[in-house]
């Protein structure tokens, strides 16, 4: 019975529903559900999922929702799934990371998603209640709606939605475009309606030249309650995952959610490092996932120690500049570990973390050595 509900709540689960979705296609995908697994689903079937989803401990109490979530006067699969969204939403998330972010084109809301990718963080986008059009941002006319906001401090556009929970999370992720030098004034609106004492907020901004600093002043000149406000950082719009994660990397208080470490053993010293976010090191993962791997490795050409690995691993070749402490994939076979430059198409399989190529250089030595790599529990 349980393997049939979860078919069914599978069928649902790509970010909630879709209220659009037509009868006639939730009707097919139940029938495609119930071939697929032998069995039909009675009403008293999805009865006992919803009391199922009910019983979860979850933050909001969905009792008294009669199980008609979209209050059309119906139960139908469509409420089901609204309460699978809920419940989601509510015992899944528990996030103390919120990226919070304000972006009318696009390009900030392109970094606050390498943030949630990254740390896995909480998400709330400030929304305008009357929505920014294209002529409100057209800053080449000095009356739009954008200029006329900028030119006036005290201007506090309504955001349309609110935040809840704002007291679980220690740390806040503040996104915005640069309008004329400085933080949209619908920032100056959100950060004067929330009590941020508990957490640590970290400004981004994306913009065309500008940098952040003129709106830093200014979330600080506001007199909001907040624990502890980090110096930001701003984006272009070419900026990459990676220059995302380079800065996170740097913050005090970055957690980074999927990330794997593994510990490296050399000459009697123990390193760390960080594997990269791609099949080729998942593979590795799984390799040194039950018991250590011991290679021998030796120079080559005076920038990497080189050795065999047990069995091929897929490939995601690149072109990359290598540094001290890159450790890298050659032909699927090979892996390398960089104490210098060197640059061709190959795959990152991760980096040592904190250490200098002089203390790399040191630790490794010349010529043949031994180094087992094991992941870290
Ligand atoms: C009204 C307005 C004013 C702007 N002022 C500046 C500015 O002073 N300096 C700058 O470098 N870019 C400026 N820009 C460009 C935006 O900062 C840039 O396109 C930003 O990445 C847009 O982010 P978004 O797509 O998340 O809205 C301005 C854009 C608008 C709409």
Redesign the pocket.
Known sequence: MFTAFTAITGAFSVNGCDKTTDNTFIASQIANISDTVQQDFTIEDMNNLQDFLLAKSIKEDLSDNNYDLDNDGEWSVFDLCLMRQKVINTTEKDSDVLVVYF???????VIADYIIDITGADVFEIEALVPYTDED?Q?SNSSCR??QE?NNKSVRPEIADTLENIEQYDTIFLGY?????EEPRIIDTFLESYDFSGATVIPFC?????GLIASEKNIKNLGFAYGELLNGRCFS?DSTREDVSDWLDTLPVSEKENEIKMNIEVNGHLLTATLADNSSAKAFAEIIKYEPLMIQMDDYANFEKVGRLPKNIPRNDEQIRTEAGDIILYQGNQVTIYYDENTWNFTRLGKIDNITQAELKDILGTGSVSVTFSLMS
């Open positions: 972006s009318r084109t696009g390009t900030t809301e941002i800053y954008a200029n900028q475009p640069i309008w004329w030098g994306t913009s065309h030249s500008s719009s």
